[in-house]
């Protein structure tokens, strides 16, 4: 039996936004009904820059729709914390396809800011954020964070906003992950194998009396012959029909893939994203040396199978938790 602690970063599409009715609403109706049937309690990283912008187009009816989404997830006892994709201050409003495009990603991440801008859409977010959820419950507070696209570094920048907020744990460390590219970067590759560890000036790098606590995201590796029974699963059914019906941002690299490179084990995040295998992901929680297994998915990727999923783990005895439950 593991534990599984459910998280989802609550977001639209981040280069064509895609509705709010398919890209949250829908899947998060759908988790909702799942978790009424389990009692499992689950995380969301909620995307607040979106709401503000929402906000200051005068979208009102498209704002409250998402602000009582968020109040929902309070009232059934879920954790609500802060998630910042910062070029949503570039985005641009269609009136007429009723999308935003997000298609300028020069601010994809926090840290390509100046001090100024950073600290003011920090501070927006996290009071924003917190309104909301004081709406239903006054004494919420957000001690959690996961940086937009896992870029959490350098950390320094953020570091004083973290105490000014009295924000504890991060969850934006993707171990092994390293990646460099005009809208997203990150060096995670010597981030210890730890489910939880503590951290001070280097979120990556353990500090036993560290400040800041790390829940660190692990990935599972994929040979040959997984890759080639994943493919035969993959099918056009609607079980495996994502909700989302926006556009994701560029791949993340333009580097060409050696032929060779595709008989090599590949590695995956913990996920109930897109047309996943369902029985291998089964197995690499099952066989895995963890006893925290963190999965990070999105409600806009999220399918009818995904639900099924979350079924399985809950019929297999599985204990969900939150990060509240891990009493940091």
């Known amino acids: 039996m593991k534990k599984i602690l459910l998280t989802f970063d609550y977001e639209l599409f981040l280069l064509q936004s895609g509705s709010i009715e398919n890209c949250i609403i829908k899947p998060v109706d759908l988790l909702l009904k799942t978790f009424d049937k389990t009692n499992i309690k689950a995380v969301f990283f909620v995307d607040i820059l979106f709401l503000l912008q929402l906000e200051k187009e005068g979208l009102k009816s498209d704002y409250e729709l998402v602000e009582k989404n968020i109040q929902l ?6 954790q609500v914390e802060l998630h910042l994709h910062p070029h949503w201050i570039d985005a641009k409003y269609n009136a007429i ?21 950073l600290n003011s859409i920090f501070d927006q977010g996290y009071n924003k954020l917190t309104k909301i959820c004081q709406t239903v419950n006054p004494n919420y507070k957000i001690t959690s964070f996961r940086a937009g696209g896992l870029c959490i570094q350098p950390f320094n920048v953020l570091k004083p906003l973290f105490e000014k907020y009295n924000i504890k744990i991060d969850s934006s460390v993707l171990v092994g992950g390293k990646i460099d590219s005009p809208a997203q ?3 995670f590759t010597l981030a210890p194998k730890k489910e939880i560890y503590k951290f001070e000036d280097e979120p990556s790098l353990e500090v036993k009396k560290g400040s800041f606590t790390q829940i660190p995201i692990f990935t599972y590796k994929k040979n040959l012959i997984d890759k080639i029974l994943g493919k035969i699963q993959r099918n056009n059914s609607e079980e495996f029909k994502i909700f989302g019906d926006g556009k994701a941002l560029p791949p993340k690299s333009s580097l060409r893939v050696n032929k060779l490179s595709k008989l090599k084990s590949d590695s995956y995040i913990y996920s109930l994203d897109g047309n996943f295998n369902d029985k291998l992901l089964l197995n690499k929680i099952i066989s895995s040396n963890q006893q925290l297994i963190t999965i990070l998915s999105h409600p806009k990727l999220l399918s009818p199978k995904s639900a099924d999923m979350i079924k399985k783990l809950h019929e297999m005895g599985n204990q969900f938790v939150t990060i509240s439950d891990l009493n940091i």
Do not use: A, M, P
């Open 73 to 78: 997830l309070i009232e059934k006892g879920h």
């Open 97 to 117: 396809s009723q999308e935003w495009n997000l298609s300028k990603y020069e601010n994809y991440k926090l840290q390509s800011l100046n001090q100024k801008d």
């Open 185 to 187: 970067s990150y060096d």
